[in-house]
């Protein structure tokens, strides 16, 4: 069913957000930028629901109104909206609604992250929607702001909509659920967005009830039953997938491994993703991260890097850490010279410390900010010629990207002022709604900053925070210097150890390794995320044990214990190799690798025969995943290798691999930097009973998890 791409929600909403309603103005190119994938999804949303959940309630003439029908489909479809930090996914989620309210969606639940400024920002943002009702599930005082108009909601309802922004907790959530069922919103199709799906809403205790562990807990973890299904006898029924049948569940993140993982037909595994490309301007892993080398050569400084000790988290526990003075010195130069060039934002610019999870620790950090601004007021306030020498080392780094930066004189002028209207502002889940000052801010958190809460005008980042094995979802969502920073980029820097810089670059490319997957097959298919050294993709606690599997890094060989006798197929190969000019029965090793298209290659993998129930590594749906991992340095064929299945080695039930090391070596050497597929064949070369696949790895190659059944 087509959709109404300008209706009255829609159209309003758009000219909202151009006039920064609520938020800062966006230029018309923007928002059309956005409208322009948003539209696309949700014209796929209007899509699933009419085929998966019911027919015309949703779409251009649909009802608008949810019969009491079971949905169509076998389970309830799962729709992924894939984007990237810090890149406006908020925006977009804020459109997405406007469309729905449009097509016959009455109500809209947005599931934000567990935290009181993020509700608030998030709720104050939707406000940008010209039409429905829009509450933020916080309480003011003793109640709810939606208190007390109950009846005149569930009136206007159908006409109007609502859109409710609810934090992922155990309080204010079971509220939503009640108010919702005081309103029948079971009579109407509901939008259910949840932002950062992958943090809060999955089955913490899923692991351990799936290993079968003895004192595993009974029901599933509290944020899952409320969102998805509640299993608990004195609570069944109570969420908001089943109070809400006839509803479309859109899990939003920028970091989906979790979600990738969970088994083939679990609750909150993706039916189908979108990926959400950022508008221009956007400065993300590429621009910080992508071209970084470790060994490069020294005074090669990456553009916007900034190296401090490898001992600077240690260092923080008994002294203010150089690289953090070093970031706050370059942070207050910069902030004075960007001002020349576009006057001071209405909150200031910021400066951002993420050094720990512990917020004793962000007391400790705070206070040696605060002592070195101190310092700070005493070098502005005296001599000029001293003053120019404690910069001098700041101005320098400033000057290596800011094309004819202003004279230090001018700036100490600045920064002598600015620092008079200097905050430190702790964000952690003991602090309230940060409130910035008009000149320099120093911002200090940590797991919170990990989530959801937009930092305009953040220009510098001192980033210390590590564990031993990094789990790369977190990770990756610290990088708060991630953004529309390109105007300003010249002004902005990272000050981190060179191990957490190479951390960063590995998440980097496997983050553009799994978007270039998901963009060439939907998501319910396999999914290999690629995974960094002294790394894991997610928190382990949400996944089921039995269905997490493993490509490991550096494997020489990928192949199955036993072949499949099927002359009709093992003729169907001949042909195929035949065809595009592989030599069959070659004697010479050196001649025998040939390269062909990656689709011939696709084929080849999907004809062979395998034993269903083979206890080995190949998977046919694992082994296209993983040629599709590598396909960007597959762009011109990859390679093909043929023999015969020697006498030696022709056991059927044979459980290691059957490719020797000098032949690795030789096909390596012709396909150094991708997989290449070796097959050898059993019986007669002309007409052959079976075909043994191998996959043979580029050297260093790393490690892949994927979810199978």
């Known amino acids: 069913m087509p959709i109404d791409r300008t209706g009255p929600v829609t159209t309003g909403t758009q000219q909202n957000l151009v006039e920064g309603v609520r938020s800062s103005p966006m230029s018309t190119v923007a928002v059309s930028a956005v409208m322009s994938q948003v539209e696309v999804f949700a014209d796929q949303l209007v899509s699933i629901y009419n085929a998966q959940v019911a027919a015309g309630e949703v779409g251009l003439g649909g009802s608008g109104t949810a019969s009491d029908d079971p949905i169509i489909g076998a389970r309830a479809p799962r729709a992924l909206f894939y984007g990237r930090i810090q890149s406006g996914k908020t925006v977009s989620m804020i459109l997405t609604s406007a469309l729905a309210l449009d097509n016959g969606f009455r109500v809209v639940v947005v599931l934000t992250t567990d935290n009181v400024a993020l509700v608030k920002q998030t709720a104050s943002r939707f406000k940008d929607l010209d039409g429905p009702r829009v ?54 199709p509901v939008l259910v967005l949840d932002d950062e799906a992958d943090a809060a809403t999955l089955d913490t205790t899923l692991a351990a009830r799936s290993s079968g562990k003895p004192n595993a807990p009974q029901f599933r973890s509290k944020m899952h039953r409320l969102v998805v299904a509640n299993d608990r006898p004195d609570e069944l029924g109570f969420s908001l997938g089943e109070e809400l049948p006839h509803s479309l569940y859109v899990q939003v993140t920028a970091t989906p491994y979790n979600l990738f993982l969970q088994s083939e037909n679990a609750d909150l595994r993706p039916t189908t993703t979108f990926l959400l490309e950022p508008g221009a301007g956007y400065t993300g892993g590429d621009i910080f991260f992508g071209d970084y080398d470790p060994e490069a050569a020294e005074g090669v400084a990456p553009r916007n890097l900034v ?66 601004l101190n310092l700070l007021r005493r070098k502005l306030a005296g001599d000029l010629v001293e003053a120019r020498a404690f910069f001098n080392e700041a101005y320098k780094e400033l000057a290596r990207t800011v094309y004819n930066c202003p004279q230090l004189d001018e700036l100490i002028s600045i920064a002598k002022s600015a620092i008079r209207h200097s905050e430190v502002i702790t964000i952690n889940s003991k602090a309230d709604v940060p409130v910035y000052g008009p000149r320099l801010n120093f911002l200090i958190g940590g797991n919170i900053l990990g989530r959801g809460l937009t930092i305009d005008d953040l220009l510098s980042t001192y980033y210390i925070r590590e564990a031993k094995t990094s789990q790369m979802d977190t990770v990756w969502q610290h990088a708060r210097m991630y953004g529309y920073r390109q105007s300003y980029l010249d002004y902005v820097r990272v000050y981190l150890p060179h191990r957490l810089a190479v951390r960063f670059r590995d998440i980097h490319r496997a983050e553009e390794a799994l978007r270039r997957m998901v963009r060439s097959k939907d998501g319910s298919d396999t999914v290999l995320i690629r995974v960094p050294f002294a790394s894991r993709p997610t ?26 006798e099927d002359r009709g197929a093992a003729a169907t190969v001949l042909d195929m190799l035949r065809a595009n000019g592989v030599p069959t029965t070659e004697g010479d090793r050196e001649k025998r690798a040939t390269t062909v298209s990656l689709e011939t290659i696709n084929s080849l993998i999907e004809i062979v025969v395998v034993p269903d129930d083979d206890p080995g590594l190949w998977e046919l749906e694992t082994i296209q995943a993983l040629i599709q991992a590598f396909s960007d340095q597959m762009q011109n064929g990859g390679i093909v290798y043929v023999r015969d299945l020697q006498e030696t080695e022709a056991g059927r039930d044979r459980g290691r691999a059957r490719l020797s090391g000098p032949e690795i070596a030789l096909i390596r050497s012709r396909s150094p930097r991708a997989p290449a597929l070796a097959l050898l064949y059993v019986g007669d070369a002309e007409t052959p009973k079976a075909w043994f696949p191998t996959i043979v790895m580029p050297e260093g190659s790393p490690t892949y998890v994927f979810a199978g059944e």
Not at 357 to 369: A, F, G, L, W
Not at 546 to 564: F, H, K, L, S, W
Request: aromatic share 8%.
């Open 539 to 564: 928190r382990p606690n949400t996944l089921d044990v039995g269905a997490v599997r493993t490509v490991q890094g550096g494997r020489d060989q990928i192949n199955p214990q036993r072949y499949e």
């Open 307 to 372: 190296f401090v000790g490898a001992n600077e988290a240690v260092l923080m526990r008994r002294s203010a850490p150089p690289g953090l003075a070093r970031s706050i010195n370059f942070f207050v130069l910069a902030a004075s010279a960007l001002s020349i060039e576009r006057n001071w934002p209405a909150q200031g610019f910021k400066h951002l410390s993420h050094t720990s999870h512990k917020m004793d620790e962000h007391e400790t950090v705070s206070n040696y900010i605060e002592a070195h």
């Open 135 to 188: 509450f933020a599930a916080v309480k003011e005082g003793s109640s709810y702001e939606w208190e007390g108009q109950e009846q005149e909601l569930r009136e206007t309802l159908a006409s109007d909509g609502i859109v409710l922004v609810c934090a992922k907790n155990h309080i204010n959530l079971p509220e939503v659920i009640r108010f919702l069922q005081q309103l029948d919103a079971s009579n109407y």
